[in-house]
Each structure stands twice: as structure tokens, then as C-alpha cells.
């Protein structure tokens, strides 16, 4: 077992030990620490892979390591990363000790609890992308669920029952018929090859001989639980109470990475598992996604709780991610891996922005609080700062994200056309879906405008009632405050100005995702015109 794949293992293994010790061992007041610690240790491993992974071979599974389990039933444990999968834990491992920093003001009670499942979904997180076998990302990907749920329940605000309630029904009911989905894949992969298995790689070179019928069902099945999780329109309406009640470090988490696991999940398994479906339907997907970024940011236009306004943009912003994925082309793929790690960023710094001001003033009301600027200019122009990125601001990482997944859907009709496949409905995307998408940009620019000057500019408001039991509000931000808002600065700040790094290190899995799709549907079309030619052959012959 070579160092890597310990160092990838050391990322999975160090949550949980840390979880155990929280729970069971240690004591309230040190579970905190504890999970800081280890949420920082954690960092080191992470960089070493960083340092090891071999970038210009990006589109092959890298620190593999598999361990057989029933073997007779293709059931092995098997971990492994390409680039993309690389980058996504690299975010997950980033925002852990960003999200305890923030948590030691918030979290005054049941602490063991708290940082023992914040600990556990951090492992679970990045087994997710670090899976290589189907049985393996399903577990993790459902373990996501529990302490997510907890975290909600137990931490969230007043309305937290029904938020938990809300997203655990939504997510495992998707879940459940993906689940059916990928049951199918594998049984019709043992078919083809006499032997059961459920390697990622395997399946997903067998999957493209499924029939178009097949291939449609499976991808209903496989959006079903992914389409929720991004959350794509019309299966949206858990987040946005979620995001409301969870606590800050939760709402970090939720729009940090697990929203990412739809958008990953149509990435890694509905494109390469239904290929000539996914072609097929991907305009009507485009449509739900520009949908859902017109309609969430018309919503966000009108909000006056500062947080739900931040949760319904995740939303529309999502869309562009999804609508990336539609365009089914090379700068698609590219600016919707971008956009995953992107809004990582600068979204999750907002959820930190609104859990400190939380903090002082209790309220999200932007009837309440305003003019912050003069009180806190320190929070302000972090504030300033992330509505910018999140925005589309060019220098920032969310300007060449969107920029790519436009261009994408604009150019997508003439790409396939070239290729020599159809510009018609039912087959690719094209300028119209640029243009209403980024209407969705004006808007986003018009709802985070307003929300930035109305509580960081103009004459102080305060709620009358805003200390916390009688203690006095600190003043602006703290040093641990401002620590764990840093890497998400510089971050935002990096990748806005050299994104090419980032789009550098994901050629060659995006690329040949994009031959899969196309070799999928040059082989459909051209079995459908033997088809279409021995149809006319006995109609001349009978």
C-alpha cells in the first residue's frame, strides 16, 4: 500500500477516530478542540496527495486501493480519485476547520454532539468523490444524509423540525429510486459481460448498449436522486427552509459540498450511464435549469430574511451548473466543475457573513439591521466581497464559471452540428438558452446589489433587543472570525484571476467524458439508419 493511499484513507479515518474520541471519550468543553485539531491535521494528507497527483494524467483513477468483499456478488471496496474528484475533496477538506472556527460562538450547548457527526459527515463527505465502486458511493452517499439531518434537527433554528423532516424526505425518497437505477445498470452490465460487478469504470464502459428506452428510464432514476440533491426545479423546495434552519456551520457544509454531490452525481454516473438518454433530454434539463435560475432569482428579489435570500440563490445558481452539464460539450463540463468549487466559495462565505451577523443581532431581517458598515467595516467588506464573487464580478471565481457555462449552451447547436449530428429539439441546446440564462445574471446582480447596500450602507439600523442574554454585541469581527474567512478570500481571489489552473488540471476527464457522449451517440444514430435502411430494403423487396 503505497503512502498515497494512506494519505487518501488518513482523510476518511481521521473524522470518524475524531468522532469517536468527541463522543465517547472526551469532554464537552473539549470537543471543540478536538475537532479543530483534527479538522487542521487533516489538511496536511491533503496536501501531500495535491503534491503526488499527477495532473497531466488527470482522467485516470490515481492512490487506488481496492479490498474484496464478496467477490461472487462484485461487491469490492475499492477508493480512487481522477483530477475532478481531486479537487472536490480538496474542497470539502478546506471547509472543515473553516466551519469549526465559525461554530465555537454559535454551538453554546450539546457540543459532543455537534462536532462529533460535523466530524463524521466530513468523512463522508469525501468518501463520496473518493469512491470507485458503486456499492461504496452509495453508502457514503446516503450517510451524507444522517448527520446533516441531525445537524438541522437538533441545531437548527424555530422551524428546524420541519426543515430536517422536509430534507430527509426529499433526499431519501431520490435516493431510493437511484438506488433502483444503478441496480438495473448492474444487472444489465452481468449480462452482457456473465459477471456481476460493481466497479464505476466497468459499468461505465457497458452502459452505452442499453437501448435509448432503457437508457431513459435509468436516467429518470438516476435524476430522480441527484436532481434533488443539486436541487434542480421543480425539486428545489427543501433547500431553501434547510438552508434557513440549519446552523451556520451546516449551511456552509450544505452549499459548500453537498449540493454538489447532484451535480457530481450527473457528472460521474447519469451522463456516462445513459449517454444517448442524457443527449436526448438534455434540452428539457436545460429548460428545468434556466427555469430555476429566472424563478429562484425573481424570488430572491423579494426577500427580506437575509439568509433565505443567499439559500434561494444557490438555486439559480446551480442552474448555470446543470445547464453547463446540458450543453454537453467541452467548455460546459469545464465551467460546471468550475462553478462546483466556485460556489463553494464565495457562498459559503456568505452563510459565514449572515452566521456572524446572526450572532450579534439575531435577527436576518432586513427590516431590522442596516447600514452595518459604520458599526462593523471590517464585516462589511468581507460582506462587499463575496456578494462580488457570487455575483460574477470578472477577477473573481464566479465570473469565469458562468461565462464558460453560457458560452457552453450558446455553442453547443453549432458544435453538434459540426459534428455532424442535427440542431433540432431533442438533440442539443443553443443561443436561446443562452439568453434567457443570462437574464439570470442581471438579476442575481439586482437582488445581491440590493441585499449589499441595504444592510452594509446607509444609516445604522439595530434590532432594540440584540444582545445575547444581556451580554454586550462585540465589536466587528473577531481573529477567529477572520481566519476562518481568509482561504475562502484568497480562494475566490485565485481562481478568478488564474482560473486556467484549475481548467488546466480537468482537461482530460472532461474530454473524455465529452467522446463518450459522442462515440454513445454517433453509435445510436448510426444503428438507427441500418435500421431505417432495411425498413426501406423489404418495403422494395417484399
Not at 449480462?191 to 457497458?206: E, K, N, P, S
Not at 454538489?260 to 457528472?267: E, P, V
Not at 435560475?293 to 446543470?322: E, M, N, P, R
Amino acid at each position: 500500500m503505497s503512502m498515497e493511499v494512506i494519505q487518501l484513507g488518513l482523510l476518511m479515518d481521521l473524522p470518524i477516530l475524531a468522532a469517536l474520541l468527541i463522543a465517547f471519550v472526551g469532554k464537552p468543553k473539549n470537543a471543540y478542540k478536538i475537532a479543530l485539531i483534527t479538522s487542521l491535521i487533516t489538511v496536511l494528507p491533503m496536501l501531500g496527495l495535491l503534491a503526488s497527483f499527477d495532473w497531466s494524467h488527470g482522467d485516470q483513477y490515481q492512490f487506488a486501493w481496492s479490498l474484496s468483499w464478496l467477490p461472487d456478488l462484485g461487491l469490492n471496496l475499492s477508493i480512487g480519485v481522477d483530477s475532478v474528484a481531486m479537487l472536490l475533496i480538496a474542497l470539502s477538506v478546506l471547509l472543515g476547520p473553516i466551519v469549526v472556527l465559525a461554530s465555537k460562538r454559535a454551538i453554546i450547548e450539546n457540543r459532543k454532539m455537534y462536532y462529533a457527526w460535523l466530524m463524521v459527515l466530513q468523512a463522508a463527505m469525501v468518501g463520496v468523490f473518493a469512491s470507485r465502486d458503486l456499492l461504496l458511493f452509495y453508502i457514503f452517499f446516503e450517510f451524507t444524509l444522517l448527520p446533516m439531518f441531525i445537524l438541522i434537527r437538533v441545531f437548527g433554528s424555530t422551524n428546524r423540525v420541519a426543515a430536517s423532516m422536509k430534507f430527509f424526505l426529499y433526499t431519501f425518497t431520490g435516493s431510493m429510486m437511484t438506488l433502483a437505477g444503478m441496480v438495473y445498470v448492474v444487472y444489465f452490465v452481468s449480462t452482457q459481460t456473465g459477471v456481476w460487478t460493481l466497479d464505476i469504470a466497468t459499468l461505465t464502459h457497458h452502459a452505452g448498449a442499453m437501448s435509448l428506452t432503457e437508457q431513459t428510464w435509468v436516467l429518470a432514476a438516476l435524476l430522480a436522486g441527484f436532481a434533488v440533491k443539486v436541487p434542480l426545479f421543480p425539486f428545489h423546495t427543501w433547500l431553501p427552509l434547510a438552508h434557513t434552519e440549519a446552523p451556520t456551520a451546516g449551511s456552509v457544509i450544505l452549499a459548500g459540498v453537498l449540493l454538489k454531490l447532484g451535480t457530481y452525481g450527473i457528472y460521474r454516473f447519469a451522463i456516462p450511464l445513459a449517454p444517448n438518454a442524457f443527449y436526448e433530454y438534455a434540452p428539457a434539463i436545460a429548460v428545468l435549469a434556466i427555469i430555476g435560475i429566472i424563478y429562484a432569482g425573481l424570488i430572491c428579489w423579494v426577500q427580506t430574511d437575509i439568509k433565505k435570500l443567499v439559500a434561494y440563490s444557490s438555486v439559480s445558481h446551480l442552474g448555470f451548473c446543470v445547464l453547463g452539464l446540458a450543453a454537453l460539450n467541452v467548455s460546459g463540463f469545464s465551467g460546471s466543475i468550475l462553478y462546483m468549487l466556485s460556489h463553494g466559495l464565495s457562498t459559503g462565505g456568505l452563510f459565514l457573513m449572515i452566521g456572524f451577523m446572526y450572532e450579534r443581532y439575531h435577527t436576518r431581517d432586513m427590516r431590522q439591521v442596516a447600514g452595518l458598515a459604520s458599526k462593523m467595516p471590517v464585516w462589511a467588506t468581507f460582506m462587499v466581497f463575496f456578494a462580488m464573487a457570487s455575483v460574477g464580478l470578472p477577477g473573481l471565481n464566479g465570473f469565469p464559471s458562468e461565462v464558460l457555462c453560457l458560452i457552453s449552451a450558446f455553442q453547443s447547436d453549432a458544435a453538434w452540428s459540426a459534428a455532424g449530428e442535427p440542431g433540432a429539439w431533442g438533440s442539443t441546446l443553443g443561443p436561446w438558452f443562452a439568453v434567457f440564462a443570462g437574464t439570470g445574471m442581471v438579476i442575481a446582480a439586482m437582488y445581491l446589489l440590493y441585499m449589499v447596500g441595504k444592510i452594509c450602507f446607509g444609516p445604522l439600523v439595530e434590532p432594540k433587543d440584540h444582545g445575547h442574554h444581556g451580554d454586550p454585541i462585540p465589536k466587528d469581527l473577531t481573529a477567529r472570525e477572520i481566519t476562518s474567512l481568509v482561504p475562502l478570500t484568497a480562494g475566490c481571489l485565485f481562481f478568478g484571476l488564474q482560473p486556467t489552473i484549475l481548467l488546466d488540471a480537468i482537461e482530460k476527464p472532461v474530454n473524455a467524458t465529452v467522446n463518450l457522449v459522442e462515440h454513445s451517440v454517433e453509435s445510436m444514430n448510426a444503428s438507427n439508419e441500418q435500421t431505417d435502411f432495411n425498413i426501406i430494403a423489404e418495403g422494395a423487396n417484399p
